[in-house]
């Protein structure tokens, strides 16, 4: 299937910087990505929608201007957290869509972790 | 977007199928059903989508019913590798429900 990567796998940052996670659609063009977010135990949570050339559509109680999409080329979006707090911390999954025959498939990026102490 | 309801947990035995039910009774005719798994701290992975026949592949089947109101993901040969998070989704938002915890024991 499509690849889908996502940069760092893992970061750690301190209370009140800005941290920028990359997703990048390895072999395919990806008109549309999106961004989840998921806590311990927890399942994916959707933040929002990434579409190329246009603004991010965010999900209800997901603030926009703390997180940053950007949504620059066909392979490549990226989601800044703005001064990030503990509370920020999670497991951020990016995913994007493939055009198929048979339906749109979705590939998911391995995930980013973020820490914010 | 239609919403999915799956078991919160299911155990198999090493080698036996694996029989994952989900509901999906707001489904609309148009909409996909898309099945995912995700091992601890990794991104969900692809396993398998149908829109109303019947579908396998190398690594499951699905099996929806004719009013396509529910749906089963079958492992045919349950490994300890299959021990994962199942989530059932409908295209749309893909939004995820809770997904069933599936316990692969030797």
């Known amino acids: 299937g499509a690849v889908v990567s996502q940069h760092p796998s893992r970061v750690i940052c301190k209370s009140g910087t800005s941290v920028k996670i990359e997703c990048r659609s390895l072999?395919?063009?990806?008109?549309?990505m999106f961004w989840y977010r998921q806590f311990p135990k927890q399942s994916l949570m959707l933040m929002a929608t990434?579409?190329?050339?246009?603004?991010?559509?965010?999900e209800q109680g997901v603030e926009k201007d703390k997180f940053l999409i950007n949504h620059a080329s066909l392979t490549l979006s990226t989601l800044t957290v703005t001064s990030a707090h503990p509370e920020d911390s999670s497991f951020y999954i990016c995913?994007?869509?493939?055009?198929?025959?048979?339906?749109?498939?979705?590939?998911f990026g391995p995930g980013t972790r973020l820490t914010v102490t | 977007d239609a919403k999915t309801t799956q078991p919160p947990s299911m155990d198999c035995a090493e080698g036996r199928a694996a029989n994952l039910p989900c509901n999906h009774s707001?489904?609309?005719?148009?909409?996909?059903v898309y099945w995912y798994r995700q091992i601890h701290s990794q991104g969900p992975q692809y396993i398998i989508h149908?829109?109303?026949n019947n579908e396998t592949n190398e690594m499951a089947s699905l099996i929806i019913t004719e009013d396509r109101k529910s749906s089963t993901l079958i492992l045919p040969h349950a490994t300890l590798r299959d021990t994962a998070v199942y989530y059932c989704?409908?295209?749309?938002?893909?939004?995820f429900g809770q997904g069933t915890e599936l316990s692969v024991k030797p």
């Open positions: 990434s579409n190329e050339g246009s603004k991010a559509t965010y």
């Open positions: 989704i409908v295209m749309g938002k893909l939004i």
């Open positions: 072999d395919f063009q990806a008109t549309t």
């Open positions: 995913s994007a869509i493939s055009g198929g025959p048979s339906g749109t498939e979705q590939y």
């Open positions: 149908g829109l109303k």
């Open positions: 707001t489904i609309s005719g148009n909409e996909y």
